[in-house]
C-alpha cells in the first residue's frame, strides 16, 4: 500500500544489515578516535631505539675505617639473568602476584583498567591506581617516568602494545625481570639475588623468590632487609596466588613455609643509615653530582656502631613506660673522627636524623661551659661557695629538690648540679663570655645570653655536644667533627682526602683550667654524683648530666682520654617524659655503649698532666688519675631519684 504521499513503502533492514551498519558505524569512530588518540599521546613518545641502553644513578659504596661496607647507595646492575637459567618458580612468582593475565593479553587488560578507572572516579584527588600489566610496568621502567596521570598512562597504553608486537612474552618477562627496581638499590633480578641473599639468581629458592616478588608492590616499602615482617606478608599472598594459578602445589607452597628465607647479614644489619644520610649531602659538596661509582672511605668503626644502636634500642625500650620514646648518640675520638652515629632508636620507622638536625635544650650539660669559664677567670675546684636562694633581675633560679645545702665547694656543686651556684658563676663571669666558651669549644647553634642559659635553656645537636667536649678529652684541643676521610673512584683515582691540606692543631683550653674541669667532672661519675649509673668500672672517665626542667629532653655526654659519645633521650613531639633524667635512661644508654666499646678503643686515662692535690682539694686519688692510673672502682652511686613531690615549673634545666 502507498503512503499518504503516494511514495513507495520504505524497506526495513534486517538485523544482520543493522548490524553490519553499525559496526562500520563503530568502526569509522573507532578509527577517528584511535587517529586522536595517536596524534595526541603519541607525538611526544621517547626514542624506543634505546631500549637496551642502561641509564642509571651512579652507586656510592661507604666503607668503614677498616674497610668494611657500611651502605651501598644509588644504583646498581648486575648482569642479566638468563630466563632459561632461572628455576620456572622465578618467573611465575611475578606472573602470579603482577599479572595472571600476562600470557593471555595483548599489551593491557581491560578489566583490570577498568577496576582501576573505577577506583580513580570514586577517590578523585588521590594518587591514581595502577592496574598495569607486567608490559606496562616494563614501558614505564624503560622509557617513562613514574609521574601518575592519565597522560603516561595513555603512552604507557601505547608503548605496550608496540612491546607486544615486537617482543615475544618469554623476551618481556626477561627485560622485566632484568630491569625493574628491587629496592636498596638493586635493579634486575640478578642484582636483587646478590644484594638480598648472596647468590646468583639461578639458584634462588621458592621462598626467595616470593619474597623478591613481593617488593614489586612497593621496592621501599616491602623491602626484606628493612621491613622483613611485613614483606614476609607479602610473599605469603605470593605463594597462595602461585597455588591458585597452579605454578606450584599446596605440598610446594608448604615447604617453602616451613624453610626459612634469611636475608644477607650485611644488608639486614644495615648499620649507620643515619650517618649515610648525613653524609651524603657532604660528598656532593666536595666532589660534585657524581657521574661514576664511588667508594667513600668513612671514620666509622661498624663493631662500635653496632654497640652504640644496641645501646639506643634497648634504652629506648627499656624506658617506654616512662615516656622515651626516641633516642640519639654521637661518638668521636679526640682528633674529631666519628667512630658511631645513631639518629634515632629505628631508621626503618623514622629517617629524621636527631642527632644533627634536631635542636633540643641541653640542660645541664651545658654546666661545664659556665664552670670553664670561670676557671679561666680565676676559680678553683675547691673554692668555696654557698647554695643558697638568688635572684638575678626577675628570675629566681631553684634546685632540682627545692632544696639548697648551704656551704659548699665548686667542685661539689657541679657533681650535685647545683643550680644557684652556676647562674651565680655565669652572672659574675658574663654570659657573653660563657657563650664565647661554648662557641670557642665546637657549639655552632646560636647561643642566647639570658641567665638562664647558664642552666642550658641553649638549643643544641648531640654532635654538637660531642664535639664542645671532646676538648675536654683529647687535651683542650679543637675538634672538628668529620665522617670522611677519603672518596675516590671504583677505578681508585682519588676526589678528596680529609688529610690534604689539614692545618694544626687549636689549642682551646689551657691549664690549669683544663685540668680543673676535668677533675670536677669526675666527680659527676663518682659516689653522690648525678652521672653514677654511666660509671664502668676500671676506666678514667668524666662527664656531666642534663635534664629541662619540664622533663621534655634528657643528656648525658662523658668521655674517656681521647673518646667522648654524646647521649639524648626524649620525644619528637616535644612533650615531657615522665620525670626522666639525665642520670637515668642517657646516662644508662651510654654506660651500656661505653662498656662495650671502651675496650675496642683501648682507651687511655684522660689527659692533662696533674694539677696540685692539695690546690684541688681531692687527694692523692685524683692526682693519681692524671698522671695515668686508672682509678679505682668508687661504690655504686645511690639511685638519684627526686623526692615524691611535685616537681618544679621553670625555665631553667635541673641537671
Do not use: C
Not at 25 to 35: E, H, K, N, S, T
Not at 358 to 373: E, H
Request: glycine content about 10%.
Amino acid at each position: 500500500m502507498a503512503n499518504a504521499q503516494g511514495g513507495a513503502p520504505r524497506r526495513r533492514r534486517t538485523p544482520l544489515q543493522a548490524l553490519l551498519y553499525w559496526s562500520v558505524v563503530l568502526g569509522v569512530w573507532g578509527l577517528i578516535f584511535i587517529a586522536g588518540f595517536l596524534a595526541v599521546f603519541a607525538t611526544d613518545l621517547p626514542d624506543t631505539s634505546k631500549l637496551y641502553d642502561v641509564q642509571r644513578q651512579p652507586s656510592i659504596t661507604y666503607l668503614d675505617r677498616s674497610g668494611a661496607v657500611v651502605a651501598v647507595r644509588g644504583s646498581q646492575y648486575a648482569p642479566p639473568a638468563d630466563i632459561d637459567q632461572l628455576p620456572p618458580y622465578v618467573p611465575a612468582a611475578f606472573v602470579a602476584i603482577e599479572d595472571r593475565q600476562f600470557y593471555h593479553h595483548f599489551g593491557f587488560n581491560p578489566w583490570g583498567m577498568a577496576r582501576s578507572m573505577i577506583h580513580n572516579v570514586t577517590h578523585p584527588g588521590g594518587s591514581l591506581q595502577g592496574g598495569s600489566t607486567i608490559t606496562q610496568q616494563l614501558a614505564r621502567n624503560l622509557f617513562l617516568t613514574p609521574a601518575q596521570n592519565y597522560r603516561r598512562k595513555a603512552q604507557e597504553l601505547i608503548l605496550s602494545v608496540w612491546l607486544e608486537m615486537h617482543f615475544s612474552k618469554k623476551q618481556i618477562l626477561a627485560l622485566y625481570l632484568n630491569r625493574v627496581n628491587f629496592g636498596g638499590g638493586a635493579y634486575g633480578i640478578e642484582a636483587a639475588a646478590q644484594r638480598y641473599f648472596n647468590k646468583p639468581a639461578k639458584d634462588l629458592t621458592l621462598g626467595e623468590a616470593a619474597l623478591l616478588a613481593a617488593t614489586m608492590k612497593g621496592p621501599s616499602r616491602y623491602n626484606p632487609a628493612a621491613n622483613s615482617e611485613r614483606a614476609a606478608k607479602r610473599a605469603t599472598v605470593v605463594l597462595n596466588e602461585m597455588v591458585r594459578m597452579g605454578a606450584i602445589t599446596p605440598a610446594q607452597r608448604d615447604a617453602a613455609f616451613a624453610a626459612p628465607v634469611h636475608v644477607s647479614a650485611t644488608l639486614a644489619n644495615q648499620r649507620a643509615q643515619y650517618f649515610v644520610d648525613w653524609l651524603d649531602a657532604q660528598v656532593r659538596s666536595q666532589v660534585g653530582e657524581p657521574t661514576e661509582d664511588l667508594v667513600v672511605e668513612t671514620t666509622l668503626d661498624l663493631p662500635i656502631q653496632a654497640d652504640a644502636e644496641q645501646a639506643i634500642r634497648a634504652g629506648v625500650t627499656g624506658h617506654a613506660d616512662q615516656g622515651v620514646q626516641q633516642g640519639a648518640l654521637v661518638a668521636m675520638d679526640g682528633e674529631g673522627r666519628i667512630r658511631a652515629y645513631v639518629g634515632g632508636s629505628s631508621y626503618a620507622e623514622s629517617q629524621f636524623d636527631r642527632a644533627t638536625q634536631a635542636r633540643r635544650q641541653v640542660g645541664s650539660a651545658f654546666k661545664p661551659f659556665v664552670y670553664l669559664t670561670a676557671m679561666e677567670a680565676g676559680h678553683t675546684p675547691t673554692e668555696p661557695v654557698v647554695d643558697e636562694p638568688i635572684k638575678i633581675g626577675n628570675w629566681e633560679p631553684h634546685n632540682y629538690t627545692n632544696k639548697y645545702l648551704g656551704p659548699i665547694t665548686l667542685q661539689q656543686a657541679l657533681a650535685d648540679s647545683i643550680n644557684t651556684v652556676a647562674a651565680r658563676l655565669a652572672n659574675e663571669v658574663g654570659t657573653d663570655k660563657v657563650a664565647a666558651t661554648a662557641h670557642r669549644l665546637g657549639v655552632t647553634s646560636k647561643i642566647q645570653t639570658d641567665p638562664s642559659m647558664a642552666l642550658g635553656a641553649v638549643e643544641v645537636s648531640p654532635l654538637e655536644m660531642a664535639q664542645a667536649y671532646d676538648a675536654f678529652a683529647n687535651g683542650g684541643f679543637l675538634a672538628h667533627a668529620y665522617g670522611i676521610e677519603r672518596i675516590r673512584t671504583a677505578a681508585g683515582r682519588e676526589l678528596y682526602n680529609h688529610g690534604v691540606g689539614q692545618q694544626g692543631r687549636q689549642a682551646v683550653i689551657g691549664s690549669p683550667a683544663l685540668q680543673y674541669m676535668n677533675q670536677m667532672m669526675r666527680g659527676v661519675l663518682g659516689p653522690g654524683g648525678t652521672g653514677g649509673r654511666a660509671k664502668v668500672a676500671g676506666y678514667d672517665l668524666a662527664g656531666k648530666t642534663g635534664t629541662t626542667s619540664d622533663y621534655k629532653d634528657a643528656w648525658f655526654i662523658g668521655y674517656t682520654g681521647g673518646f667522648v659519645a654524646a647521649v639524648w633521650t626524649g620525644k619528637d613531639d616535644n612533650t615531657p617524659m615522665k620525670r626522666v633524667t639525665g642520670g637515668a635512661a642517657p646516662a644508662e644508654i651510654w654506660h651500656n655503649f661505653m662498656a662495650a666499646a671502651l675496650p675496642r678503643v683501648q682507651a687511655q686515662a684522660i689527659p692533662g698532666g696533674v694539677i696540685d692535690a692539695s690546690q684541688a682539694g681531692t687527694g692523692d686519688a685524683i692526682g693519681d688519675v692524671l698522671n695515668g692510673a686508672a682509678p679505682a672502682p668508687a661504690p655504686e652511686s645511690p639511685d638519684l631519684q627526686p623526692p615524691p613531690q611535685k616537681a618544679p615549673h621553670q625555665e631553667e634545666a635541673p641537671f
